[in-house]
């Protein structure tokens, strides 16, 4: 009923919508994750952001602009949300676990980008796997190919 009523007043040809499947859709639940995990410390650092963009760019074959596009499409989502569920739920439904893990390891990528992995980054990536089905296991193995730059 409550997401009958959202589509209403947002309109049926809103793609970007967390839950809807699409590319879209997709692209903007890792984006706002990564928003979430360079302000999981409280302090957005540049070299945070410089990595979210390379990361998009790099992973959803993105332009310049079109990441930054994304990026505060993403901002606006993080804002806006009541809890990560949305993104994770979309997430989760559509991707397998090989993707679900390269998700988990940009995520790693953006927590160890300004060369301090904070407590709640750490908390945060790991809630996350959780909410993906990812073994905590191999969340480690992933923190630890990241550290070592291997990944």
């Known amino acids: 009923m409550i997401n009958k009523l959202k589509s209403l007043l947002l309109g049926a040809s809103d793609r970007t919508e967390p ?7 997709l692209e903007l639940a890792v984006a706002a994750l990564m928003v979430e995990m360079a302000r999981a410390d409280f302090s957005e650092d540049q070299s945070e ?8 760019e790099d992973h959803f074959e993105l332009t310049g602009q079109e990441s ?18 949305d993104f994770t739920r979309t997430l989760h439904d559509a991707l397998d676990e090989g993707e679900k893990r390269k998700v988990i390891l940009m995520l790693w990528k953006i927590a160890l980008a300004d060369r301090n992995l904070d407590k709640y980054e750490d908390y945060l990536i790991g809630k996350l ?5 990812i073994p905590r296991g191999d969340v480690i193995r992933l923190k630890y190919e990241c550290q070592q730059g291997g990944a």
Do not use: C, F, M
């Open 19 to 25: 839950g809807s499947g699409s590319k879209d859709s």
């Open 49 to 56: 952001e410089k990595e979210i963009r390379r990361l998009l």
């Open 68 to 85: 930054a596009d994304l990026l505060g499409k993403a901002r606006t989502a993080a804002d806006n949300s009541v809890s990560l569920y």
């Open 129 to 133: 796997a959780e909410l993906l089905y």
